[in-house]
């Protein structure tokens, strides 16, 4: 049987009380059906300490696993929380698509949670992924993490110049 992904849309505050709703409706008779809220492992500094939090990673949606068929989508809709399920204009449940799917599984893995960023340390050589400067590579010179800003030493034109780039731009190099 071919499992799809599917998007349920919550009432915010409320995911993993309705997954658990949801969970316990569909375990008897829909032994494949598996419900996701996806969540990140972040650290915010609180009171001067930096304390590692979790948080939703799609606040208001529950991923749903399984096939679905008119009565599961009816015993979705009626449970308390529960606003839709992603729909076409026939009010028919769509799968998530497949390059959406794909992020989310290369996010997740094999777990609920996505971990912690790969951390750029200073000293480390990187490559530019994304802008004018993609596929440049470098040396970081100075991390500003607050900003979210590093200093990078490249050579452009066959000379040394140093650049201050958004870190959501470079990758450290395999290696």
Known sequence: MNKNWYAIFVLGGQEERIKE???????DNYESC?????????????????????RL????????????????????????????ILS?????????PEGELHLIR????????VGFSTLLKHGEQIQVVEGPLL?????????????????VRMC????????ELGIQLIKPMDG
């Open 106 to 113: 290369t996010l997740l893995g094999d777990a609920e949670e």
């Open 135 to 151: 596929g440049l590579e470098g040396k970081i010179i100075n991390i500003n993490a607050r900003k979210g800003r590093a200093k």
């Open 21 to 27: 709703k949801l969970r316990l409706l569909f375990s």
């Open 57 to 84: 990673l799609l606040p208001g949606y529950i991923l749903m696993c399984g096939q679905l068929t008119p009565e599961g989508v009816s015993e979705i809709i009626n449970v308390e929380g529960v606003v839709k």
């Open 34 to 54: 598996s419900f996701y809220v996806p969540k990140r492992c972040l650290r915010e500094r609180r009171r001067g300490e930096w304390k590692e939090v979790k």
């Open 156 to 163: 452009i034109f066959g000379d040394e110049r140093e650049i």
């Open 88 to 96: 076409d204009e026939g009010h028919q449940p769509i799968p998530i």
